[in-house]
């Protein structure tokens, strides 16, 4: 029986990481070696960062909470223990909206952390 080659199916896969590669710079977008090492790297950094970036808007949202918790003479670590203990469940993400958007409504729950 002679040999089968699945040209096809082969065709098809390189096709997707050529594709993929599209827009690079010399050889990385048009041989399939350098294509594949390229989308592969690529596609490990996407998920990475795509980690990464949920820990970098999260200090993004602590550091504008603190700003707002000094300009109501307080400190971070303070007004998150003040809504804790007064059951007040709210996100950083936002807290920082309120802080950042409207100040007054950030002013009320600093006082109310203050106050417990």
Known sequence: MPRSANNVAA?????????AARGNFLSRGNTYRLARQTVERGMAFA??????KKRQFRRLWIIRINAACRLNEMSYSKFINGLHKANIEINRKTLAHLAWHDSAAFSKLVEIAKGV
Not at 11 to 19: F, S, V, W
Not at 47 to 52: D, L, P, Y
């Open 11 to 19: 065709h098809r896969r390189r096709k997707k990481y050529l594709l």
């Open 47 to 52: 998920f990475a960062h795509r980690k990464q």
